[in-house]
């Protein structure tokens, strides 16, 4: 099992940044990517941006490349989401996860944390 734990989340103005961060434990050698999700009010759950774990090369969506870096913290088993240039639209619930070794998918979730950008 793996247990993932995210913070950094918050009010911030448009045009501001945050950072999240989303610290891992458990069977924190199993990990093959971790990656952020969000999902915003009356929407579905939408891919933000992922990392290998390994080799630390990004993987981006279609929303954010250009304003969202990732990174991670082997050592600490930890990855951070640096956001930048905010804007209203960015608000939800951002959700940390990972996919395992042998696993398809992201089969580990957080909690959430929200992020509100205000106008």
């Known amino acids: 099992q793996v247990q993932l734990v995210e913070s950094g989340g918050g009010l911030v103005q448009a045009g501001g940044s945050l950072r999240l961060s989303c610290a891992a434990s458990g069977r924190t050698f199993s990990i093959v990517r971790m990656g952020w999700f969000r999902q915003a009010p009356g929407k579905e759950r939408e891919f933000v941006i992922g990392?290998?774990?390994?080799?630390?090369?990004?993987i981006y969506g279609d929303s954010v490349k250009g304003r969202f870096t990732i990174s991670r913290d082997n050592a600490k088993n930890t990855m951070f989401l640096q956001m930048n240039s905010l804007k209203p639209e960015d608000t939800a619930v951002y959700y940390c996860?990972?996919?395992?070794?042998?696993?398809?998918?992201?089969?580990?979730w957080g909690q959430g944390t929200q992020v509100t950008v205000s106008s």
């Open positions: 990392i290998s774990w390994n080799t630390g090369s990004p």
């Open positions: 996860a990972m996919q395992p070794v042998g696993s398809l998918k992201y089969d580990y």
